[in-house]
């Protein structure tokens, strides 16, 4: 069972979908939709960290699915297979 909604990840994708974060996105952009999501706990700082690091990286675990781009300086944007009204 995942902690927060779908997945921490894949709520970040809706959020950039529908808009209710921007890209290019960092891990203060995550705090503020932990904040209207309401979640509590809220997760670790480590946690979002790790999750936006493991998104994005093509040497992490093949089967963890990789929704980011890892820009640089912390920031990230979403892989354009995952932008769309389908992945709200």
């Known amino acids: 069972m995942v902690k927060y909604g779908r997945g ?3 709520e970040l994708v809706a959020a950039v979908n529908t808009g ?6 960092s891990v203060k952009d995550i705090r503020k ?12 700082e480590a946690y979002i960290t790790v999750a936006l690091a493991n998104g994005s990286s093509d040497e992490h675990s093949k ?3 990789k929704y980011f781009v890892s820009i640089g300086d912390g920031m990230y944007k979403l892989r354009l297979e995952y932008k769309g009204s389908k992945w709200k």
Do not use: H, Y
């Open 8 to 10: 921490l990840n894949r």
């Open 20 to 25: 209710l974060i921007s890209e290019l996105f």
């Open 63 to 65: 089967s963890f699915t």
């Open 33 to 44: 939709l932990i904040q209207v999501k309401g979640w509590r706990p809220s997760p670790p």
